[in-house]
């Protein structure tokens, strides 16, 4: 039997865009070598999505493992500039180089990296193995940008098939009822919500309930829980664009939330 997963608290934070909570939960002792590697690269992650690249920059030296280097490699992209570029030029040699590029990190952050530069063929040829959780909930991302739900849902099988309570699984199955729509809108959203009053509140999940709302032509309520959104982060993109289209919605100004 395999002992409990004392990574859970700060694996689910992350994945619930609980980014400073997941970050105060990395206080665990005696890893195995793998176990610590995974727990410093979802540490360095959530200091990138709060936009602390340059933290992540500095403490990730050359000696650290490939998992640890592919993050920073997403610090120094989303650095912007030269940095971005220099990012680019060492992702592609770092795929080239046969002794690493086969790391799951690896291919989630160039997947991620090539997603942002809307190269989306690219990042599936990188991702499309699948092989963990965190690979098939990118993927059924990519497949959404690219409007093919179908091969969505087909890897959302795929996660269910693995483990259809994680919480990668449960957004996953949200993300593509939300594309559907119909009255799979309404599913989504029943998820959101599960996911709020399991675990927490976040900016992410409150987004994600509202942009359900919205889809449903519930406006008011769309908003009100925008707007309970924005008081946790005021500078939270997904929510200034949600409240934007909402304000259109309802004949409200929306030149505070566009400047």
């Known amino acids: ?38 727990k410093d690269s979802f540490v360095y992650r959530s200091y990138i999505a709060l936009g602390q690249y340059q933290l ?3 403490e990730i030296n050359d000696a650290a493992p490939v998992a640890l280097q592919a993050v920073k490699l997403l610090a120094l992209y989303l650095s912007g500039g030269a940095q971005k570029e220099k990012a680019l030029s060492s992702l592609s040699e770092w795929l080239s180089d046969t002794t690493v590029s086969s790391n799951p990190t690896l291919l989630l952050i160039a997947g991620m990296i090539y997603t942002h530069e809307q190269n989306y063929n690219e990042a599936l040829k990188h991702t499309h193995v699948g092989g963990t959780l965190d690979l098939s909930a990118l993927n059924v991302q990519i497949y959404l940008k690219m409007h093919r739900a179908d091969y969505a849902e087909k890897q959302l099988k795929i996660m269910q098939q693995i483990d259809e309570d994680h919480t990668l699984t449960q957004l996953a199955n949200a993300w593509v009822n939300l594309s559907l729509g119909g009255v799979k809108v309404q599913e989504a959203y029943y998820i959101f919500q599960e996911l709020c009053e399991k675990y927490t509140r976040t900016v992410m999940l ?19 829980l925008l707007l309970e959104a924005l008081n946790k982060d005021s500078k939270d993109a997904n929510t200034l664009a949600n409240l934007i289209v909402c304000s259109l919605h309802l004949s409200k100004p929306t030149a505070r939330y566009l400047s």
């Open 1 to 38: 039997m395999s002992g409990p997963d004392v990574l859970f608290p700060l694996r689910n934070n992350f994945y619930l865009g609980a980014f400073q909570a997941a970050i105060n939960e990395s206080n665990v002792r005696n890893l195995s070598d793998a176990d610590a590697v995974e």
């Open 56 to 58: 992540v920059i500095d």
């Open 206 to 224: 409150m987004n994600g309930s509202a942009v359900c709302q919205m889809h449903m032509d519930q406006f008011e309520e769309a908003e009100s």
